[in-house]
């Protein structure tokens, strides 16, 4: 085939040092060809695994340096340099300089560490799922965000199911991300395949490319009706679009890498260009390291006096922070209690001075049963109606991005479009009315 080199790519985590040893001695035993060992350090196994490929004679190894390592990462370096010193495959690498690079980094990586995961150590989990470590980070973000994190092993759970009815494709990216999202719609939404994601329409059109496995035929009728199934090389049916792109994007792209990211991210692409353009263009705001006084406890326990009566309060527990409607459970006077806190405003300590910002939705409350909502938090993409629109049940009016995925809401009866609350480029969340339609 023309092959210069074979790496054995294990993303998920789930190769045993015995397996690895079988499997790099039959390869090297048939192929005259080096062997490389790719694996994620997800289930606490990668690194005995890459000792006995390399044992077995595997010609490279991927790492990562220590700062950088471990858990849905690679093995670190320095370890594996440690661990080969000494032998027939000693790498020569210099361990000294190994460790100044990995305690420059870790200082480096506290900066960015509002956008960790908790996803970053051992988790054996994948020995039984089968996800791989990547995706299950992306999982977990995913559901933070959607303040459910409580249901992470559902979506687990629901990842094989999913995966079976597309097909059986294979765990990485993108079918990794359509698969994991549409779990995520599954388990959130309550009924399976009650909303189903853009992407995954178009991937049982066939539009990227067979299935390795029969599909679902029932969810593949629900998902995309009637419609034809392609059976030929998708790319063969794309226009020839660069042309357009180009005049599209005009002077604001100074290079192709700039129309390709147009050409991917219609609207981010122009945004960030325009930026650029503009000298507008600024990172991210990081949030500082907290201080040892900022991560010291809260308080959980304390006397309440109101209009002359105390009471002795202990929270006990508390709902997700990132929850509009938060719980928090305590005990008031030794009695169990359970209050439900909406955020409406809160105050933001800066440089001293307290900034207050505004929480909560202007949206009505999703009430009849012609007021159009979202499953799960989101942001819209576009809306496809007009006041006044005249609808019929099941038409799309609004495109959201939850996820990364994209997802048409379609109108809950037929009628007329009365009013719509949303905007492209609006956050939403669920339980708001973004449309009004009246029958």
């Not at 700062?67 to 093995?75: A, E, K, L, M, N």
């Not at 039984?128 to 992306?138: A, E, F, L």
């Not at 500082?288 to 309060?313: C, D, M, Q, W």
């Not at 307290?354 to 499953?375: E, H, L, M």
């Amino acid at each position: 085939m023309g092959c210069d080199s074979i790496a054995i790519k294990d993303m998920a985590g789930l190769l045993t040092p015995d397996i690895t040893a079988q499997l790099v001695q039959a390869l090297v035993a048939e192929l005259n060809l080096p062997i490389f060992v790719h694996s994620h350090a997800t289930a606490g196994l990668a690194a005995m695994c890459q000792y006995k490929a390399v044992e077995n004679g595997a010609a490279g190894i991927d790492t990562a340096i220590s700062s950088f390592s471990g858990g849905t990462s690679h093995p670190p370096t320095e370890s594996m340099v440690a661990a080969f010193r000494g032998t027939p495959w000693d790498s020569g690498l210099d361990l000294t300089h190994l460790q100044e690079i990995g305690f420059y980094f870790r200082e480096i990586r506290k900066k960015y560490h509002q956008f960790e995961s908790d996803m970053t150590g051992l988790d054996t989990r994948v020995q039984v799922y089968q996800v791989p470590g990547g995706m299950i980070s992306n999982l977990y973000t995913q559901l933070r965000e959607q303040a459910a994190l409580n249901r992470i092993e559902e979506v687990l759970a629901e990842i094989p199911r999913v995966r079976e009815d597309l097909g059986f494709p294979p765990l990485v990216t993108p079918t990794s991300q359509i698969v994991g999202a549409q779990a995520v719609l599954n388990v959130l939404t309550g009924e399976r395949y009650k909303t189903i994601s853009n992407e995954v329409k178009l991937y049982l059109q066939g539009r990227y490319g067979r299935a390795p496995g029969p599909v679902n035929s029932v969810v593949r009728q629900q998902a995309i009706g009637n419609e034809d199934v392609i059976d030929i090389r998708p790319a063969d049916l794309l226009k020839a679009e660069m042309n357009n792109l180009r005049d599209e994007i005009g002077a604001l792209a100074k290079s192709e890498e700039d129309v390709l990211s147009y050409a991917m991210f219609p609207e981010l692409g122009r945004a960030f260009l325009d930026d650029r353009n503009n000298g507008t263009l600024t990172p991210e705001a990081l949030e500082p390291v907290p201080s040892p006084a900022e991560r010291s406890a809260k308080p959980t326990e304390f006397n309440v006096t109101l209009h002359g009566e105390t009471y002795h309060i202990q929270i006990t527990g508390t709902g997700h922070h990132t929850q509009q409607d938060r719980p928090f459970y305590m005990t008031v006077d030794g009695v169990p209690e359970e209050v439900l806190v909406e955020t409406l405003s809160e105050l933001e300590a800066v440089e001293g001075i307290a900034a207050g910002s505004v929480k909560g939705s202007k949206r009505p409350r999703a009430t009849g049963p012609g007021d159009v909502t979202a499953s799960m938090p989101g942001t819209v993409i576009d809306v496809l109606v007009e006041v006044g629109a005249a609808v019929q049940a099941g038409d799309p009016v609004l495109v959201t991005e939850a996820m990364k995925m994209e997802t048409e809401i379609q109108a809950p009866i037929a009628g007329t479009v009365q009013a719509i609350h949303v905007a492209k480029g609006d956050s939403v969340n669920p339980d708001e009315t973004l449309i009004e339609i009246s029958s």
